[in-house]
């Protein structure tokens, strides 16, 4: 029961992260991670935020090879 939780929140703050990755590559805003006072909380602020672009940049491969989605022309 326990451990579901912790998975499931664990997605969440992937999701999470995936998304402010597709905000930053689509807008250029980017969360500013500077405005922590503490070095470790910004390091791990900056890890996390590092693996949603690892995800963003995982899907955006596959989606790019694969058949099922093609590039808008607009």
Do not use: W
Request: hydrophobic share 45%.
């Amino acid at each position: 029961m326990v451990l579901g939780r912790l998975f499931h929140y664990a997605a969440d703050a992937v999701l999470l992260s995936t998304v402010l990755a597709g905000v930053k590559r689509s807008s250029g805003f980017v969360p500013a991670t500077n405005n922590i006072g503490d070095d470790t909380m910004r390091s791990v602020a900056e890890k996390y935020l590092g693996i949603g672009e690892t995800i963003f940049d995982m899907i955006q491969g596959t989606v790019v090879n694969s058949a099922y989605f093609k590039r808008d022309a607009t």
